[in-house]
């Protein structure tokens, strides 16, 4: 969903996909009145009485609300949508003995600290959490005792999400603490106008097709770029960006499939660093850091001709380019399928409205619900089935083109392998990104020595 970041940090790359919550918060707000349009329906709601009720109800537990009314609280981070997009209006309309109150912490570097504080003191908590898809796998590690098994809830289906997303918020002993919202498939967004007067292809297809396979043939579009570069621009925005789109789209990256650190030897982080360093040396990159001012800018004054483009970044550069970027933007394949962001809605044992909680979570996260937010925030839906509803297959973005968002990320979705993670996945992607790299791009340091900077800063976060 547009509009969340979950790691900010020191403005990770690795953490990028999870640090998009806050950042482009105000973009969710745009995207309210405009962008995505799923099907006829501009504003993105469902013709009335579509949203299925939820299975098991909307009691459990009494007091808290108003009327005698129960109140089911829910903490999330940066902007959902749920609200916005009418959700809890609707919810509370199909149970009038449910009233919901949402409570948002901004960043998540400071709402994830703050949860698992409360996770150890047993109280303090929302009857629903969510949990940042850069967090999933060491919350399911050490805390899986601390939720509910929503696998086991009534109206959930295993088979009802993707399977990868479904296996990151399961634990060993088949426990599944998250239901999935949003995922971010990664995508690539390029001015069409500069790619033109470089002598590329600009239809979408064709663009895709330059790169499709294998990020190395996107440096060597970007190589075909600089040949006849429009003054002043250059192929991409950012090494870091670059880093993370290639690394995201490999299922074994930082730890091993026995969860061993394996980032020493792992190809994927090996492949990725090579590509990106080299682009920076190459001048193929603007030598930005993303989500910081000069970025900010460099989408309006066109800088650079293409970025990484998971659906939330569609808000984000609505937002930073402006009117003048409208229809020289659109949106092709990567190439090759990744993810970059996400979340999930959690149930803690010590809920106060357990019963009623569960069944909040299992509606907000069914189909129709997810599809009616991706035409809202364009989070990209985790349930596969909402890929058949109008919202999302016939989602078309007037800013870009008339791209057909929805198609061309739900093909990335389908894609998507199954991560390998660890408990410090986040810190060890910002590790590399934030430090080796931005020392290449940034200060032009060898690649060598850049790496060595790499490990120490690794061995210090994961206490090596």
């Given amino acids: 969903m547009t509009g969340r970041t979950g790691h900010e940090g020191r403005g990770a790359a690795a953490g990028r996909g999870r640090r998009w919550r806050t950042v482009a918060a105000a973009v969710a707000l745009l995207l309210l009145g405009a962008g995505v349009c799923g099907g006829c329906a501009e504003d993105g709601g469902a013709p009335g009485g579509r949203a299925p009720r939820a299975a098991g109800g909307g009691g459990g537990g009494s007091g808290g609300g108003h009327g005698g009314r129960t109140t089911v609280t829910i903490g999330t981070f940066g ?10 209006a609707e919810y509370e309309r199909l149970h009038p003995d449910v ?6 912490i901004e960043r998540n570097d400071t709402y994830y600290p703050q949860l698992l504080t409360h996770l150890a003191a047993g109280g303090g908590l929302a009857d629903i959490q969510a949990i940042e898809t850069g967090n999933i796998t060491e919350v399911v590690t050490t805390q899986a005792g601390r939720f509910v098994d929503l696998g086991r809830a009534p109206g959930v289906r295993a088979g009802d999400w993707l399977g990868w997303k479904w296996a990151q918020a399961t634990a060993r002993g088949g426990r599944t603490i998250g239901l999935g919202t949003d995922i971010g498939p990664l995508a690539v967004c390029y001015r ?5 007067r470089a002598g590329l292809p600009t239809d979408r297809e064709s663009v895709g097709r330059l790169w499709a396979g294998d990020w190395h043939r996107f440096l060597e579009t970007g190589r075909a770029y600089r040949r006849a570069a429009p003054a002043g621009t250059v192929f991409t925005d950012s090494a870091a960006g670059l880093y993370t789109a290639a690394v995201q789209g490999h299922a074994v990256r930082y730890y091993d499939r026995r969860g061993r650190l394996a980032h020493r030897d792992s190809p994927a982080v090996k492949d990725s660093w090579e590509l990106a360093v080299g682009a920076a040396r190459e001048g193929l990159t603007a030598r930005l850091r993303q989500f910081e001012k000069p970025w900010d800018q460099a989408f309006a004054n066109g800088r650079f001709a293409t970025v990484a483009c998971p659906p939330w970044m569609l808000g984000y550069i609505k937002q930073k380019a402006g009117e003048a970027g409208r229809d020289r933007w659109d949106v092709a394949a990567a190439p090759r399928p990744a993810n970059w962001g996400g979340s999930f809605l959690a149930v803690p044992t010590a809920a106060r409205h357990r019963r009623a909680a569960v069944a909040l979570a299992v509606w907000l996260t069914a189909p129709a619900q997810q599809a009616r937010l991706f035409a809202r925030q364009a989070g990209l839906p985790s349930t596969p089935a909402a890929y058949a509803l109008p919202e999302v297959a016939d989602a078309r ?6 791209a057909p968002v929805g198609r061309i990320f739900a093909a990335a979705a389908r894609g998507i392998p199954t991560p390998v993670t660890g408990p410090k996945e986040q810190q060890v992607g910002t590790a590399v990104t934030d430090v080796g790299i931005a020392q290449v791009e940034q200060q032009g340091r060898s690649p060598a020595a850049a790496w060595r900077a790499t490990l120490k800063e690794i061995e210090n976060v994961v206490d090596e």
């Fill in 79 to 88: 902007v959902f949508g749920y609200r916005q997009a009418g959700l809890y």
């Fill in 99 to 104: 009233s919901i109150k949402e409570s948002v």
């Fill in 192 to 196: 069409k106008d500069l790619f033109a």
């Fill in 397 to 402: 973005d007037p800013y870009f083109g008339g």
